[in-house]
Structures are given as structure tokens and as C-alpha cells.
């Protein structure tokens, strides 16, 4: 069996804390590679090319797509997002975890090439502690945020295409939840014989090939 890191989508409504259980889980665990999207839109105060988004124009990320540069792309409030190709590909071939932020949309189109791939859906606790969060955040316009909070709804009824759900009411209980599915996705028997191949040799099992 070849060696081969697992993938992680996460996905979420916007101000649902997406983000934030992402940074606090690379912070304890540094065999995650996280994956950096493409974005159309304009930087947050705070953000930064290469660490949060490579931020393009719409007619580069075009050409992007015309070359297939992208394994999936999605556009979402009138912005489009994209997962590089090759930054993943290299990762998984080196054999490390990558995670990748997306929205439902685009873990569809992911599961497409890596079937495989875990699904872990962010939920808030209730719309009206999403809107308190969206407002807190103080990122976006009144306007921007009504609009995101009527996407909510359609984007949350995705949610069964998730293996795992985590609703995010207290944030330390939920990045627990979140290093739990990792580890336990870890364990798997595939994951484990691969990694483990002479183990599993030195102790007479019988691999199948998955």
C-alpha cells in the first residue's frame, strides 16, 4: 500500500466559527497542512497574500479554471473560490493531512477525484448566536450580513453530506470535538496498514488492497 495523507473539508455558514476551530487546531497539531483557497475578493483588514488566500482578479481565476489548475471552484456571495490543485496533490503524495476550508459546493466537487475524503460540518448553537458573531466579527456591512445570514439556511440544509457534525456553542469543547475526528480518522484501518506496512507484515496480516 502507498502512503497517503487523509483529506479534511471543513464546512460552515459564515460566522459560524469555521476559521477559528481551523487555527486552533493547527496550532496543536502541526501534521496538518492546511489548504490555501483563491479568492476573487478583496482582502479582509488583516488578511495576507499566501497565509489566509492568494487574492486574483476574476480574469486570472478564469484562466485558472481553463487550465485546470483548480480542483474545484465555487462562487459564493458574489465572489469565486478555488482550491489549487497541485498544493494538495503534493501533499497527499508526501503523505501528510491536508484541510481544507470550503463550502458545501466545493466538498462536492472534492469528493469527485478523492471519495475518501472526511467531511466535518460547523454548525452555530442558533441563528440568532450566528447573527450576534456575524455582527461581532465587524467585518461586513449591515447589508452583507442579512444577506449572509439568508444564505445560512440553504447552505446548513447541506449538512448530511457531512460525516461528522460539531456545533460550535463553546469553542474549547469544539475544538476537542475537532481533534477527536482527526485522530480518529487516523486510526482507520486503511490509514493504519499503509502507514504501518512492515507492522502489519512483521505480524502475518494479511493486507487487503482498498
Not at 481551523?22 to 499566501?50: F, Y
Not at 463550502?103 to 448553537?125: E, K, N, S, T
Not at 481533534?179 to 502507514?195: D, K, N
Request: aromatic content about 8%; charged content about 25%; some cysteine.
Amino acid at each position: 500500500m502507498s502512503v497517503s495523507g487523509n483529506i479534511f473539508m471543513v464546512v460552515a455558514p459564515s460566522g459560524a466559527g469555521k476559521s477559528s476551530l481551523v487555527n486552533a487546531l493547527l496550532k496543536r497539531d502541526p501534521d496538518i497542512l492546511l489548504s490555501i483557497s483563491c479568492t476573487t475578493r478583496v482582502p479582509r483588514p488583516g488578511e495576507k497574500e499566501a497565509q489566509h488566500y492568494y487574492f486574483v482578479d476574476k480574469e486570472e481565476f478564469m484562466l485558472m479554471r481553463e487550465h485546470s489548475e483548480l480542483l474545484e471552484w465555487a462562487e459564493v456571495h458574489g465572489n469565486f473560490y478555488g482550491t489549487p490543485r497541485k498544493h494538495i496533490e503534493d501533499g497527499i503524495r508526501r503523505g501528510l493531512d491536508v484541510l481544507l476550508e470550503i463550502d458545501w459546493q466545493g466538498a462536492r466537487q472534492i469528493r469527485q477525484h478523492y471519495p475518501d475524503a472526511v467531511g466535518i460540518f460547523i454548525l452555530p448553537p442558533s441563528i440568532e448566536a450566528l447573527e450576534t458573531r456575524l455582527k461581532k466579527r465587524g467585518q461586513d456591512a449591515p447589508q452583507v450580513i442579512s444577506k449572509r445570514l439568508l444564505a445560512a439556511g440553504g447552505e446548513m440544509s447541506h449538512v448530511s453530506e457531512c460525516q461528522y457534525v460539531i456545533i460550535n456553542q463553546e469553542f474549547s469543547v469544539a475544538v476537542e470535538q475537532f481533534a477527536q475526528i482527526v485522530a480518529a480518522t487516523r486510526l482507520r484501518y486503511a490509514v493504519q496498514a499503509a502507514r504501518n506496512s512492515d507492522l502489519f507484515s512483521n505480524l502475518g496480516i494479511k493486507q487487503s488492497i482498498a
